[in-house]
């Protein structure tokens, strides 16, 4: 079955300790994203990669890093989380639609 | 980047026929225009994709005039199951930044 896994689907984590949210897709896709949705700001691109180790910014990338090492796995590194982290994460990838993944609920106090 | 405009919210009944139009006046000559649907705590779901004129699958109508500064979804027989955000989105066919917008969210009554 073609997918997108997130891990973890939940998150709650304290004032700057690192984290790590893992993204893989079976589908051989070379596009891959990343977006946080926030109440009534809709869904916001962090970041996106067209292929292995080629990535760039989205929209609101301050605080992440990401890394694309391999084609199938996408993984969002928040090195010193902040509480205005805290949301809902999803990645995506693509060959000619998005699919997107079950999302990444983080809390961060 | 073009950027989309919709309407916040809409209501209508089951069994109606549903318009939703999306603005995108900075459109680019490489953008198509795709729709998403996404229910609460869930990954939005690809709908249709158009780049100009008509484009019809099996759960959707898509319309873009010859301008292509706006777009409609059409969405035949609603059910209470298409209550849900809609989102419009521009970009290039071969991807690179996207731009969802706050979405329209639709709510069908019984």
């Given at each position: 079955e073609a997918q997108v896994t997130q891990n973890p689907r939940y998150l709650i984590?304290?004032?700057?300790?690192?984290?790590?949210v893992t993204c893989s897709q079976n589908m051989n896709h070379e596009y891959m994203s990343w977006y946080r949705q926030d109440p009534g700001l809709g869904l916001r691109q962090i970041y996106y990669s067209m292929n292995v180790e080629v990535t760039d910014k989205g929209d609101v990338p301050e605080g992440y890093k990401v890394s694309r090492k391999e084609k199938r796995n996408f993984p969002l590194i928040l090195e010193s989380p902040s509480p205005n982290q805290t949301s809902l994460y999803f990645c995506a990838s693509a060959s000619y639609e998005q699919y997107f993944g079950p999302g990444t609920r983080l809390t961060v106090t | 980047l073009a950027k989309t405009t919709q309407p916040i919210s809409m209501d209508s009944y089951e069994g109606q026929e549903v318009n939703i139009t999306c603005?995108?006046?900075n459109i680019a000559t490489n953008d198509y225009i795709t729709w998403y649907q996404q229910f609460p705590s869930q990954g939005p779901r690809f709908i249709i994709q158009g780049y100009k004129t008509k484009v019809t699958n099996e759960v959707a109508s898509l319309f873009i005039p010859a301008d292509r500064k706006s777009s409609t979804l059409s969405l035949p027989r609603v059910s209470l199951s298409d209550t849900a955000v809609y989102y419009c989105l521009v970009g290039l066919y071969n991807f690179n930044k996207f731009y969802f917008g706050s979405g329209t969210k639709l709510n069908v009554k019984p």
């Open positions: 984590t304290v004032t700057g300790k690192k984290l790590t | 603005s995108h006046n």
